[in-house]
């Protein structure tokens, strides 16, 4: 009889013991899934289109510098859309003279229709609560970044403008503000509203990136095989809030 209440003694701890274990599995198991998430440190803006609504007609511009045949050939020749900086580079100084002045009549045209994007304040303003860095890089000029942080009293730093050379979509930029904040770049997301420019900055820097596409226009089938397709979309600035929640650890 003593023989058998040791045994079954035995067994009662035995079941108990491996429960612990079990339990302590789960939750290592539960905690790992948790911090598996990768971490976020700084989030970086394009500026027209994403933290601002779009007023510059780029097409318009394009085609004001181009003309119109020679748009329609280089549109075709770039799915993902057309990098006017890049085009105008090599062309001769009086040409390049008179196609700025027409891309700063363009800009300056966009300043005085300023307005931030809704949404934006709100997203600022729960990056702050994280403590997540916030950065600005544009192909625009620093008068209209000046003017950016002036009216709506949402400040970013670094905020780069098309004066940094090189500017987007090549990475130097962005790795350029990863150093300024002492961060990794895979700890850091690219938000913007082009796949040529803040897309391809984002991938090339080995950053998270996140496409903000209001209407649908990047659903079209000319970019289902761009080189560079963003980590995640989104329709709306309002959006990314959550989606940061849901998918990062969020850290300072």
């Given amino acids: 009889m003593q023989l058998l209440l040791s045994k079954a003694f035995l067994f009662l701890h035995t079941t108990r013991t491996l429960s612990s274990f079990s339990t302590m599995a789960i939750s290592t198991s539960s905690s790992i899934s948790l911090s598996s998430k990768p971490r976020l440190k700084g989030v970086v803006f394009d500026m027209d289109g994403t933290l601002t609504v ?22 075709s020749k770039n799915p993902s859309g057309i990098d006017i900086l890049h085009l105008i580079e090599n062309w001769s100084p009086d040409k390049q003279r008179r196609a700025y002045e027409i891309i700063a009549d363009f800009e ?17 303003s729960f990056l702050d609560s994280k403590n997540i860095r916030r950065g600005l890089i544009t192909r625009n000029v620093k008068d209209a970044v000046d003017l950016f942080h002036v ?21 130097a930029p962005l790795l350029h503000i990863c150093s300024t904040w002492e961060v990794q770049s895979n700890e850091v997301m690219m938000i913007g ?14 950053a998270f990136t996140c496409l903000l596409d209001e209407t649908g226009r990047y659903d079209a089938p000319e970019y289902a095989n761009v080189e560079h397709q963003p980590d995640y979309k989104v329709s709306s600035l309002v959006e990314v809030q959550s989606l940061l929640e849901r998918h990062f650890e969020l850290t300072s």
């Fill in 54 to 75: 779009p007023v510059i007609d780029f097409q318009a511009m394009y085609k004001a510098v181009l003309g119109h045949d020679e748009y329609l050939a280089v549109k």
């Fill in 108 to 124: 300056k045209q966009g300043q005085d229709r300023l307005q931030i994007m809704p949404g934006a304040a709100e997203l600022c």
């Fill in 151 to 171: 009216r709506f009293g949402v400040k970013f730093s670094p905020a780069l403008s098309r004066e940094f050379r090189p500017y987007k979509p090549d990475p």
């Fill in 193 to 206: 509203d082009s796949l040529k420019d803040d897309v391809a900055c984002g991938k090339r820097a080995g």
